[in-house]
């Protein structure tokens, strides 16, 4: 399994973001490599510099073969990472795919200023100005595909909003993928990285359905 930070995709947030998540995974039988990528600011990250980190992460990972034989590789991303994953996903790295809070619409955060402008400086422009770039960057605006996925976000969310992830699942649906959604209460964009919070057993539970442990 594969692990990616949130932040915003900044340089001020690194990988120990996933750390407790990560130590949850492995105490559960998953073999985690947590991911580190270029971010905006002194790593001079961006797009499509950043993905490209995580696609080189990905395809080390598979030639290292961690797991057993035959098994599927699978991201599990949160907030920026989530978009990260899904990006992933829809480029064909990896075979499932889970997001936590995930970024979705780029081009929307920006028209909500989101996060203190961090969207454009991730994409270097604005949407007017390069209206394409935004579509090739929002995984709610790749094409449909039949790769298993699992979109996890708290009603109490004030980074991303949950709008974000409600309209990606109904998109998603009209197209027929293969996403699941759970929609937690009392959860903010935080929990959803805490393995002790209580909505973390729904998301477990995903995997335990989807990718039962010998």
């Given at each position: 399994m594969i692990?990616?930070?949130?932040?915003?995709?900044?340089?001020?947030?690194?990988?120990?973001?996933?750390?407790?998540?990560?130590?949850?995974?492995?105490?559960?039988?998953?073999?985690?490599?947590?991911?580190?990528?270029?971010?905006?600011?002194?790593?001079?990250?961006?797009?499509p510099v950043t993905m490209s980190d995580v696609a080189d992460a990905i395809a080390a990972v598979r030639a290292a073969e961690l797991g057993p034989d035959g098994s599927?590789?699978?991201?599990?991303?949160?907030?920026?990472?989530?978009?990260?994953?899904?990006?992933?996903?829809?480029?064909?790295l990896i075979d499932s795919a889970v997001a936590l809070a995930p970024i979705t619409d780029l081009a929307r955060c920006v028209r909500e200023e989101l996060a203190a402008n961090a969207t454009v400086l991730f994409m270097g422009s604005e949407?007017?100005?390069?209206?394409?770039?935004?579509?090739?960057?929002?995984?709610?605006?790749?094409?449909?595909?039949?790769?298993?996925?699992l979109i996890v976000h708290g009603c109490q969310d004030?980074?991303?909003?949950?709008?974000?992830?409600?309209?990606?699942?109904?998109?998603?649906?009209s197209d027929n993928e293969p996403v699941s959604y759970l929609e937690m209460i009392n959860t903010d964009h935080f929990d959803v990285i805490d393995p002790e919070h209580a909505s973390w057993p729904a998301t477990e539970a995903w995997?335990?359905?989807?990718?039962?442990?010998?």
């Open positions: 692990a990616l930070h949130g932040g915003w995709w900044r340089d001020r947030h690194d990988l120990h973001l996933m750390d407790p998540v990560c130590a949850h995974l492995h105490r559960s039988g998953w073999t985690v490599a947590n991911v580190e990528y270029r971010r905006t600011g002194d790593d001079f990250g961006g797009w599927p590789t699978i991201a599990i991303g949160h907030s920026a990472g989530g978009h990260l994953a899904l990006m992933s996903l829809s480029r064909g949407p007017d100005t390069d209206p394409q770039a935004y579509l090739d960057a929002s995984p709610i605006s790749q094409a449909p595909n039949s790769r298993r996925r004030d980074r991303v909003p949950i709008e974000h992830s409600r309209n990606y699942i109904r998109v998603a649906m995997f335990d359905i989807q990718y039962p442990q010998p």
